[in-house]
């Protein structure tokens, strides 16, 4: 079967071999019934046990069977494919529930089918984000910085950061509200910059541990409590309310954010400050003067 990756549309090899497999399963069928009921009927004019007819027929369903239910399958995923797409409308994100409202589909079907559809590679770098509620296409389960530094601490810090930006990306993909959605992008970007210092600088892990273990899981718990309550049905003023306190808390995490992304690059100046009066003191003036310009 051809790569669905390398298809513009992988629906289509499916509904290829769909077609081929369905037919294939009916004419098997076809094929050792007619020899079933000729073995039957030969056995009965001799008046023998009729064990190969019996054979036959079991050994042809077994096989129609097999074949139907492949053909079924394929047609069926083919069919969930086109209709995710044209739900999708070409957006790099759609959370489950407005997927539920446009193709008419249970949860429960809805992921099912989205799971069916990514372990065919139908979908070859998508997420599907079961507890966030959203649907990525383009965004793989890869993690965003490898935890490759060698130091223990570094790389265990780095896992737990790809798991909270993983989290964090689904929220700024499900949620509508565009304020707290441009936040969470500031939110991501800066977070990404300051697990690319730590696994540039491994010996800084110590420095990041505050951000990791508070101000990070703070951010992402807020902002699944937000995506819980933009998705009740009826909006009371409580709700309204606790969502606007959420958004007005917003910048106070961005600040939070920047600043220990600002510490690090300080520490980072202070250490090559040092290295620099260091080699100064190892020569003369006039040396380092050269070796400026």
């Known amino acids: 079967m051809p790569n669905p990756k390398n298809s513009p549309n992988p629906a289509d090899n499916a509904t290829i071999y769909g077609i081929s497999q ?10 050792f019934g007619a020899g079933a009921l000729l073995s039957r009927f030969l056995s009965w004019i001799t008046d023998s046990p009729g064990t190969l007819s019996l054979i036959l027929f079991l050994f042809g369903a077994a096989a129609s069977v097999y074949f139907l239910r492949k053909g079924t399958g394929n047609l069926s995923a083919a069919n969930g494919y086109r209709k995710v797409k044209q739900a999708m409308g070409g957006s790099k ?3 489950l529930p407005a997927m539920e409202q446009k193709l008419g589909w249970s949860r429960r079907k809805l992921i099912k089918s989205l799971q069916d559809q ?7 770098e998508a997420c599907l984000d079961v507890e ?30 790809n798991r909270q930006i993983h989290e964090l990306t689904a929220l700024c993909f499900s949620i509508q509200d565009m304020q707290v959605k441009n936040q969470i992008e500031q939110l991501l970007v800066i977070t990404k910059q300051i697990y690319g210092f730590i696994r540039s600088n491994p010996d800084k892990t110590q420095r990041a541990n505050r951000f990791s273990d508070y101000h990070l899981p703070t951010a992402v718990h807020l902002m699944k409590e937000f995506q819980g309550l933009e998705n009740q049905a009826v909006q ?23 600043q220990q992304l600002d510490g ?5 100046a202070l250490d090559i400050s ?14 380092f003067s050269t070796l400026q310009t």
């Open 22 to 31: 369905v037919v294939a399963g009916g004419a098997i069928l076809l094929f």
């Open 93 to 95: 994100y759609i959370s």
């Open 118 to 124: 990514i372990a065919r590679r139908y979908w070859p």
């Open 132 to 161: 966030n509620s959203a649907f990525m296409p383009g965004l793989s389960n890869s993690p965003y910085l490898p935890a490759d530094t060698g130091n223990a601490q570094a790389d265990g810090m780095l896992i737990g950061a």
């Open 236 to 258: 009371s003023s409580s709700i309204q309310a606790s969502m606007q306190k959420i958004r007005e808390s917003m910048p106070a995490f961005e600040s939070a954010f920047r």
């Open 264 to 268: 690090l690059y300080q520490d980072k």
């Open 274 to 287: 040092v290295e620099i009066k260091v080699l100064h003191g190892t020569i003369d003036d006039n040396t």
